[in-house]
């Protein structure tokens, strides 16, 4: 059985930094983070192949954002730097069993129940 756990969510100011993580249990897979915010399509953020050596991000993010996975502990991260309040959604983590970092919901099978993250003074 698969299963992701997402922690690290919270309240910040802008300018602030925060780090997600993904618990995930059940197999092996790319694993990627996506965001949705209110009344907008789930997007996605970043991606990252089984052994952590390579990842891809969403234009609007790179430079800003950071994935990356420990497998020893099953869990990936998204460090999340320069936040500002177009940042503020929900965060999800989810796996795919495909070895491609798809850009699409559509690409992932499993996902974990989300993290909220808002962006506010």
């Known amino acids: 059985q698969v299963q992701l756990v997402e922690s690290g969510g919270g309240l910040v100011q802008p300018g602030a930094s925060l780090e997600l993580s993904c618990v995930v249990s059940?197999?092996?897979?790319?694993m990627a983070w996506f965001r949705q915010a209110p009344g907008k399509e789930r997007e996605f953020v970043a991606a990252?192949?089984?052994?952590?050596?390579?990842?891809n991000y969403a234009d609007s993010m790179k430079g800003r954002f950071r994935i990356y996975r420990v497998n020893a502990k099953n869990t990936v991260y998204l460090q999340l730097n320069s936040l500002k309040p177009e940042d503020t959604a929900v965060y999800y983590c989810a796996a795919s069993e495909s070895y491609a970092m798809g850009r699409m919901v559509e690409n992932y099978a499993y996902w974990g129940q989300g993290t909220q993250v808002t962006v506010s003074s």
């Open positions: 059940g197999g092996k897979f790319t």
């Open positions: 990252v192949i089984r052994n952590g050596g390579n990842s």
